[in-house]
């Protein structure tokens, strides 16, 4: 199975920040067939069914709003928030798509300082 | 407006079975790939199966994890995902989401409210 790793576990912001969520996976996600990155990221707030915010791995879904970026290829990629809101507080996951069983990173939490 | 409203979940004893069902409403059923996934309380998600479209002949894939004791399917005519359970652990206690994929991929583009089960004595 394709492991997922993300870092850091849970970070503390203030509003108006920018950060940088990271996520590496144990194999490559880029296919060479199309060159995209078979890579995605959900925001999950209490309560609440995951979200999907970015696909491809820099490809936001319809509806996100534009402060949030994906980046990266291959093995490593990052979710980055720039001027986080109150309502941004909530666990994100990275999921990797290009071989089965697909397989979710353990999140990052977004808390407020 | 795109709908997926999960059913079925409840307690069950260890070794028992239940099957969830999920109403798909607001597009076309046929066109799209549907998953399972489940999160344990607490927990990440964890991605179950996928039963793809009528494009891709509504193949199925497993994880390891379930394969052999749970089973996807889909009724086209009612747009109704399905989830069979068998043999069920206490580790297979969790919320129950369905979820759609993009077009033609299993990036969850909808996913249900979830369902809970719980596998206990």
């Known amino acids: 199975d394709i492991v997922m790793t993300q870092s850091p576990s849970s970070l503390a912001v203030s509003a108006g920040e920018t950060v940088t969520l990271n996520c590496k996976s144990s194999?490559?996600?880029?296919?060479?067939?199309?060159?995209?990155?078979?890579l995605a990221w959900y925001q999950q707030k209490p309560g609440q069914s995951p979200k999907l915010l970015i696909y491809w791995a820099s490809t936001r879904q319809s509806g996100v709003p534009d402060r949030f970026i994906g980046s990266g290829s291959g093995t490593d990629f990052t979710l980055t928030i720039t001027t986080v809101q109150a309502e941004d507080l909530a666990i994100y996951y990275c999921q990797q798509y290009y071989d089965t069983p697909f397989t979710f990173g353990s999140g990052t939490k977004l808390e407020m300082k | 407006e795109v709908k997926l409203l999960e059913s079925g979940g409840g307690l069950v004893q260890p070794g028992g079975s239940l099957r969830l069902s999920c109403a798909a409403s607001g597009f076309t059923f046929t066109d799209f790939y549907m998953s399972w996934i489940r999160q344990p309380p607490g927990k990440a998600p964890e991605w179950l199966d996928v039963?793809?479209?009528?494009?891709?002949?509504?193949?199925?894939e497993y994880n390891p994890s379930v394969k052999g004791r749970f089973t996807i399917s889909r009724d086209n005519t009612q747009n109704i995902l399905y989830l069979q359970m068998n043999t069920l652990r206490t580790e297979d206690t969790a919320i129950y989401y369905c979820a759609r994929g993009l077009p033609g991929y299993s990036v969850s583009d909808y996913w249900g409210q979830g369902v809970m089960v719980t596998v206990s004595s």
């Open positions: 039963i793809r479209n009528k494009a891709n002949g509504f193949t199925t």
């Open positions: 194999q490559n996600l880029l296919y060479s067939g199309n060159q995209k990155n078979y």
